[in-house]
């Protein structure tokens, strides 16, 4: 659910700029997630970023159910900040390791098709929920429903097999340019 909207129209209503608040935390979302996909998030396993990213979504979650400070809407900006930068990231590396040569396009174009049905569905779903029963509600549910994520992640994800090629580079064999 939009941030901004958020910000505007339930936590600081009277706020004398609500843009510039908006544009702010935006903007803030923006530069750790960027930082965070240039360093870290190439450089560690698929996996590990995965969790992390589904860790930080449920906490994010969580904490919007109750942010009532401008701190705490930067902290939870923030994780979601490392949601962004690591998930789907993360599970396009695992799907790209876990796939056959021969399939692997299929295979990253389900989980682009999945991503965007979630993309779809995700918002009328959790806006409806939002204005029937209240942000406390909705971004409850929503963190519960999270947990779920984390426990799937966490229980049913494994790493990818290292490559058996000594060449190989981010698993994957190294081929010889012609």
Do not use: D
């Not at 909207?5 to 997630?33: D, E, Y």
Request: some cysteine.
């Amino acid at each position: 659910f939009s941030l901004p909207f958020l910000i505007a129209s339930t936590l600081f209503p009277n706020h004398q700029s609500p843009s510039k608040v908006n544009g702010r935390v935006l903007g803030f979302v923006g530069l750790i997630a960027s930082i965070l996909q240039g360093s870290i998030v190439r450089r560690l396993p698929p996996l590990v970023i995965i969790k992390a990213g589904v860790l930080s979504c449920a906490t994010a979650f969580f904490m919007l159910a109750r942010v009532n400070s401008m701190g705490a809407l930067y902290g939870a900006a923030a994780l979601l900040a490392v949601t962004s930068a690591t998930v789907v990231t993360g599970l396009n590396s695992l799907g790209s390791f876990e796939a056959n040569e021969n399939n692997r396009g299929e295979v990253l174009g389900a989980l682009r098709s999945w991503g965007q049905l979630g993309r779809a569905l995700g918002p009328l779903v959790f806006c409806s929920l939002f204005w029937w029963a209240g942000r406390e509600v909705a971004y409850t549910i929503g963190g519960t429903c999270m947990l779920g994520v984390v426990a799937l992640t966490f229980g049913l994800l494994k790493s990818p097999k290292p490559s058996t090629s000594a060449n190989a580079i981010n698993g994957h064999p190294k081929k010889a340019l012609s």
